[in-house]
Nanobody
């Protein structure tokens, strides 16, 4: 079992930045692929994911605005969000995928989820 706790969400103006954190506990963090997804009304999207060695994948719509990173020593994964837009408003979820080194973008490939953190971008 892995427990995931997100933090860092909040209200920000368009064009601003936020950094989300996801702290993991339980089993060996470094063996997991970690991902970020977001949920807005009627829409659930993959945002970014990172392997234990640092290989990254991003959603095409991001166009370089977000960066995912991880600190295996601290059991934490981060999502640095810049140039935020009102359409980035959503609940952001951290997820962990076990048993595979493939950096998947599908939400059903992930085994553990955090409780989510709200990000609201005002225009």
């Amino acid at each position: 079992q892995v427990q995931l706790v997100e933090s860092g969400g909040g209200l920000v103006q368009a064009g601003g930045s936020l950094r989300l954190s996801c702290a993991a506990s339980g089993r060996t963090f470094s063996g997991y692929v970690m991902g970020w997804f977001r949920q807005a009304p009627g829409k659930r999207e993959f945002v970014a994911a990172i392997s234990w060695s640092g290989y990254r994948r991003y959603a095409d719509f991001l166009k370089g605005r977000f960066t995912i990173s991880r600190d295996n020593a601290k059991n934490t994964v981060y999502l640095q969000m810049s140039s935020l837009k009102p359409e980035d408003t959503a609940v952001y979820y951290c997820a962990a995928q076990e048993g595979s080194m493939i950096v998947n973008t599908q939400y059903d490939k992930y085994d553990y989820w955090g409780q989510g953190t709200q990000v609201t971008v005002s225009s």
